[in-house]
T-cell receptor, first 110, second 115 residues
Framework: GQNIDQPTEMTATEGAIVQINCTYQ??????LFWYQQHAGEAPTFLSY????GLEEKGRFSSFLSRSKGYSYLLLKELQMKDSASYLC???????????FGPGTRLSVLP | KAGVTQTPRYLIKTRGQQVTLSCSPI?????VSWYQQTPGQGLQFLFE???????NKGNFPGRFSGRQFSNSRSEMNVSTLELGDSALYLC??????????????FGQGTRLTVV
């Protein structure tokens, strides 16, 4: 079967660092994506990993271990505007055929 | 550049009716994917079109169909609407796998309410 797991909710303090984990079991794998979605808005692309290792993009970093079926999104220097849902998605095969995780709702507190 | 445009933004339909949703991708993008988002099920893949051909299809009944035109614009149709079809329908566009740029951009979505 296909399964992507993420924590449902996380809370962190402004200025802190938070790590959102994602584990997956899918029939295919062509890459792992992280998206940010604010309430009532469309998801926006954050990062893409297809090889093992860390991808860094400003305050956001994403890590992938294909052998472990594991990824994490690291957010540094948290800001209030980072309060949103973070979606882990696996592209299974050719053509944007994503399987999405349930999303992690992150609340950043002052 | 203009983003992904979905119309209409909001729609209310009655059970049994049919509905057509539209998605205009970013200029130059040839791949359009459709997703259904509900609080209980999250984001679920419906289908993906590339150069007017459906390349992938998710696990939805045949009441859900789509097509893509030569200008890459895509439409999604749901026939014989059921209450459970109430959801946010999102489309995403990208260059497609011909390109190394895999980033997909989502539209604002169409919120469909079936009463």
């Amino acid at each position: 079967g296909q399964n992507i797991d993420q924590p449902t909710e996380m809370t962190a303090t402004e200025g802190a660092i938070v790590q959102i984990n994602c584990t997956y079991q899918t029939s295919g794998f062509n890459g792992l994506f992280w998206y940010q979605q604010h309430a009532g808005e469309a998801p926006t692309f954050l990062s893409y990993n297809v090889l093992d290792g860390l991808e860094e993009k400003g305050r956001f970093s994403s890590f992938l271990s294909r052998s472990k079926g594991y990824s994490y999104l690291l957010l540094k220097e948290l800001q209030m505007k980072d309060s949103a849902s973070y979606l882990c998605a696996v592209e299974q095969d050719y053509g944007q055929n994503f399987v999405f995780g349930p999303g992690t709702r992150l609340s950043v507190l002052p | 550049k203009a983003g992904v445009t979905q119309t209409p933004r909001y729609l209310i339909k009655t059970r049994g009716q049919q509905v057509t949703l539209s998605c205009s991708p970013i200029s130059g993008h040839r791949s359009v994917s459709w997703y259904q988002q509900t609080p209980g099920q999250g984001l679920q893949f419906l289908f993906e079109y590339f150069s007017e051909t459906q390349r992938n299809k998710g696990n939805f009944p045949g009441r859900f169909s789509g097509r893509q035109f030569s200008n890459s614009r895509s439409e999604m149709n749901v026939s014989t609407l059921e209450l459970g079809d109430s959801a946010l329908y999102l489309c995403a566009s990208s260059f497609g796998r011909d390109s190394m740029n895999t980033e997909a951009f989502f539209g604002q979505g169409t919120r469909l309410t079936v009463v």
